[in-house]
């Protein structure tokens, strides 16, 4: 029972600093957008003056996976893209979270063909699934809302001490 | 070289050291290989550009299509024809009551059906809004691109309140599938009426607006002047159409040289302008904004009444009203949506003038239910065409311009 | 129409060992042809000053599912001048599944071909760079045979590992 484990344990500390670092993480979600098809178009109509995505704290949508922390995959994933897609996701640092925009990337849509991968789940680990075809802007900003909910409650030592991703720098694509 | 082997494959790489201008025996030694990928904010959607770079100066580009292929066509031989209008949305989703007004064009000249008067206006009517929307993107996708990033967001704007019309129009946003065999879903209602005549009256000073901040810029006009210039006879050499094509002179407008709907009824220029660089590309998107907006006000004031869907049993889908309370109305609905409209055999191949450029569908009937065979002939894939012709000899940073002047969107290109 | 005996008559009194069949439908009018001499036909009616196609809309082409002539290759070329839309269709048979180029006359076919060369695996005869469009490179079969299953075939294209 030494300080080590006391602080393992959840005391007032530990969750007050939880809290402010959950607090600090939810609202300043970047978001990578992966614009790939329709979809893309409406998570532009996202940014705009209309369905403000700025007021929520994703001031920027950096097109850099290693300034982002919210992968948001707008857009039909085909075989060939799958790969694409892969390797920008292992590029961003933890902590990092997937939203699949829309019916295709949560389960192929209405694309039922030889060259559509029938939903991202099959290779990217997924948090929110939005169903639409496109999803409205304000059903986008639903599942922003829900993944802040999903950061406000993290704690801090789940993200300590992760290993670096090992990423196959010479992929062939 | 075994780095650059897995970053292109063989033959990519043939074809990028395929230009023997200099004679070089290894790549790496004056000239590099850039991978503008596919993920990239200013490629228009997922285009991979291979550059092959002497200093900051292109030598060669191959583009690579084909992140986005869906299987249209496959797909259009295994449904019927009313199953694939809402696949046809998804094909230019910038403009996407455009597309549907060309497949069902397509499908009504295979079968031999005409719509009636107040349904061929009502298509033109969206027809030209979403000429205007999907140019009010690219426009502000333009100046974004080159880095007026205020004007993209005062055109999205403008472009919202297109949207709300559809909304209002046929309950869906963006991806509408508004039209059928036959005329369209349902009549236009006063209140679509109404706020489209207040959209045009307020478009001309907002246009006005976002000009100001463009037109007299020096930096717009310095980035846009005199980039990926094509010569008239270039641009019909290697099949351009659209804004493409007339930014180099050549007054090539489907609406004019082979009229469809109405268009024969109303009064409209064909906007050319003769440099042929991304500067004269963009005038013209802005002029045919314009001329989009006079044509809607004549198109509403031209309007017929009547009714909006043709009086066709065997081809065209009856009312819901009179499926449940008659029995032939009953049995015509259930033979068409099983077992489709089943047109004569035979071919056609019907264009209609796209915002991007000319869009046609070639149809092959075997009498069934389903298309034997069905090409669309998108614009973007054959803009993307001149692409290499356009890129040749400039800057590393003029791509991105004469990308976002050409506007390709890969939903169609890569089909 | 007198396009189409102007097209007619020119084409009869200029190429004159070359056979063809017009097929008129809804207002259209298609030139069957035999598929060795589709380079010398479409130079022809580019470069002639009346007739003048100087505009390739579309190549593609159809795969009949039989076996006798499988495929036809179909071209529409235009006319700015005289506006008028013209279709040739060639029949390709399966065992000898290749017919020549014309990118050497409009441009715009060289990627069509590429696509239509993708989707049925027809080859293209003296293509400048005749390789796959939209399938990656290692894909070994052609889609838009009537042969190739919708769903695709499984193992055909890699994905990635979770």
């Given at each position: 029972m030494g300080l080590e484990a006391k602080l393992n344990q959840d005391s007032f500390i530990t969750t007050t600093i939880d809290a402010i670092a959950a607090w600090a993480r939810k609202n300043s979600v970047w978001p990578m957008p992966m614009g790939i098809s329709c979809c893309a178009i409406e998570m532009m109509a996202v940014g705009d003056p209309k369905y403000d995505i700025a007021r929520f704290g994703s001031e920027v949508m950096r097109f850099t996976p290693r300034q982002c922390d919210l992968m948001i995959v707008a857009g039909t994933v085909t075989y060939k893209m799958a790969h694409v897609v892969k390797k920008i996701y292992d590029q961003m640092p933890e902590p990092k979270w997937v939203i699949a925009m829309g019916a295709c990337t949560s389960s192929g849509g209405m694309y039922r063909s030889y060259n559509v991968v029938q939903g991202i789940d099959q290779f990217l680990p997924v948090d929110v699934y939005l169903a639409g075809c496109p999803p409205r802007p304000d059903n986008l900003l639903n599942a922003l809302i829900m993944i802040q909910d999903k950061i406000g409650k993290t704690k801090v030592r789940e993200f300590q001490d992760q290993p670096l991703t090992e990423y196959p720098v010479h992929n062939k694509n | 070289m075994e780095t650059i082997k897995e970053h292109a494959h063989s033959k990519i790489l043939e074809a990028l050291l395929?230009?023997?201008?200099?004679?070089?025996?290894?790549?790496?030694?004056?000239?590099?290989?850039?991978?503008?990928?596919?993920?990239?904010?200013?490629?228009?959607?997922?285009?991979?550009?291979?550059?092959?770079?002497?200093?900051?100066?292109?030598?060669?580009?191959?583009?690579?299509?084909?992140?986005?292929?869906?299987?249209?066509?496959?797909?259009?031989?295994?449904?019927?024809?009313?199953?694939?209008?809402?696949?046809?949305?998804?094909?230019?989703?910038?403009?996407?009551?455009?597309?549907?007004?060309?497949?069902?064009?397509?499908?009504?000249?295979?079968?031999?059906?005409?719509?009636?008067?107040?349904?061929?206006?009502?298509?033109?009517?969206?027809?030209?809004?979403?000429?205007?929307?999907?140019?009010?993107?690219?426009?502000?996708?333009?100046?974004?691109?080159?880095?007026?990033?205020?004007?993209?967001?005062?055109?999205?704007?403008?472009?919202?309140?297109?949207?709300?019309?559809?909304?209002?129009?046929?309950?869906?946003?963006?991806?509408?599938?508004?039209?059928?065999?036959?005329?369209?879903?349902?009549?236009?209602?006063?209140?679509?009426?109404?706020?489209?005549?207040?959209?045009?009256?307020?478009?001309?000073?907002?246009?006005?607006?976002?000009?100001?901040?463009?037109?007299?810029?020096?930096?717009?006009?310095?980035?846009?002047?005199?980039?990926?210039?094509?010569?008239?006879?270039?641009?019909?050499?290697?099949?351009?159409?659209?804004?493409?094509?007339?930014?180099?002179?050549?007054?090539?407008?489907?609406?004019?040289?082979?009229?469809?709907?109405?268009?024969?009824?109303?009064?409209?220029?064909?906007?050319?302008?003769?440099?042929?660089?991304?500067?004269?590309?963009?005038?013209?998107?802005?002029?045919?904004?314009?001329?989009?907006?006079?044509?809607?006000?004549?198109?509403?004031?031209?309007?017929?009444?009547?009714?909006?869907?043709?009086?066709?049993?065997?081809?065209?889908?009856?009312?819901?009203?009179?499926?449940?309370?008659?029995?032939?109305?009953?049995?015509?609905?259930?033979?068409?949506?099983?077992?489709?409209?089943?047109?004569?055999?035979?071919?056609?191949?019907?264009?209609?003038?796209?915002?991007?450029?000319?869009?046609?569908?070639?149809?092959?009937?075997?009498?069934?239910?389903?298309?034997?065979?069905?090409?669309?002939?998108?614009?973007?894939?054959?803009?993307?065409?001149?692409?290499?012709?356009?890129?040749?000899?400039?800057?590393?940073?003029?791509?991105?311009?004469?990308?976002?002047?050409?506007?390709?969107?890969?939903?169609?290109?890569?089909? | 129409m007198e396009i189409k005996e102007l097209l007619t008559s020119k084409l009869k009194e200029n190429l004159p060992g070359?056979?063809?069949?017009?097929?008129?439908?809804?207002?259209?009018?298609?030139?069957?042809?035999?598929?060795?001499?589709?380079?010398?036909?479409?130079?022809?009616?580019?470069e002639d000053s009346d007739l003048a196609f100087n505009f390739c809309e579309d190549v593609t082409a159809i795969d009949w599912a039989r076996r006798n002539q499988r495929y036809t290759v179909v071209y529409h070329i235009f006319s700015m001048k005289n506006k008028f839309r013209l279709r040739l269709k060639c029949d390709v048979e399966e065992d000898d599944c290749n017919i020549d180029s014309i990118s050497s006359v409009w441009k715009t076919a060289d990627w069509e071909e590429r696509e239509t060369y993708d989707m049925y695996g027809i080859h293209f005869n003296n293509h400048p760079d005749l390789r796959r469009m939209f399938m990656p490179e290692e894909f070994e079969f052609y889609p838009l045979r009537k042969d190739f299953p919708l769903m695709g075939i499984p193992g055909s294209l890699p994905l990635p590992k979770k």
């Open positions: - | 395929a230009d023997k201008n200099i004679t070089v025996e290894d790549a790496l030694e004056n000239e590099m290989i850039l991978n503008m990928g596919p993920q990239h904010p200013a490629t228009h959607g997922v285009l991979r550009l291979l550059l092959r770079l002497d200093g900051e100066t292109i030598v060669s580009c191959v583009p690579e299509l084909g992140y986005l292929h869906r299987g249209y066509e496959k797909m259009a031989e295994n449904m019927t024809y009313y199953e694939f209008i809402p696949h046809t949305d998804r094909l230019d989703y910038l403009a996407p009551l455009s597309n549907n007004v060309a497949w069902v064009l397509a499908v009504e000249k295979l079968t031999g059906i005409e719509a009636p008067p107040r349904a061929q206006y009502i298509r033109m009517l969206i027809c030209e809004l979403s000429r205007i929307a999907s140019h009010l993107v690219a426009i502000g996708a333009l100046a974004m691109d080159v880095g007026a990033l205020t004007v993209f967001l005062w055109t999205l704007r403008e472009r919202e309140k297109i949207l709300d019309i559809w909304d209002i129009l046929c309950g869906a946003r963006f991806t509408t599938s508004y039209t059928r065999i036959g005329g369209v879903a349902n009549d236009i209602q006063p209140e679509a009426i109404a706020k489209a005549e207040w959209f045009i009256n307020q478009f001309d000073d907002n246009l006005t607006e976002c000009e100001y901040l463009l037109n007299n810029n020096r930096i717009f006009i310095g980035r846009l002047e005199g980039v990926g210039v094509v010569s008239g006879e270039d641009a019909v050499q290697l099949g351009l159409t659209g804004p493409t094509l007339r930014g180099s002179g050549i007054a090539y407008d489907l609406r004019r040289d082979m009229p469809y709907l109405f268009y024969n009824d109303l009064d409209f220029n064909v906007i050319t302008h003769n440099e042929g660089d991304c500067l004269a590309r963009y005038f013209v998107r802005v002029d045919e904004c314009r001329e989009s907006a006079k044509m809607v006000k004549q198109i509403m004031s031209k309007m017929p009444k009547g009714n909006i869907l043709t009086n066709s049993p065997k081809k065209v889908l009856p009312d819901k009203v009179e499926i449940y309370s008659k029995m032939e109305e009953l049995i015509h609905d259930f033979m068409i949506v099983n077992f489709g409209i089943n047109p004569p055999e035979g071919e056609i191949y019907s264009a209609i003038e796209n915002p991007k450029g000319e869009l046609g569908f070639y149809l092959v009937s075997k009498g069934e239910g389903h298309p034997w065979k069905c090409k669309i002939r998108a614009p973007s894939m054959v803009n993307c065409q001149g692409l290499p012709h356009m890129i040749k000899g400039r800057m590393v940073s003029d791509v991105v311009a004469i990308v976002g002047s050409i506007d390709p969107v890969m939903g169609e290109a890569d089909k | 070359i056979q063809f069949t017009t097929v008129e439908y809804r207002g259209e009018i298609s030139l069957i042809l035999n598929k060795k001499d589709i380079v010398k036909f479409c130079r022809f009616l580019k």
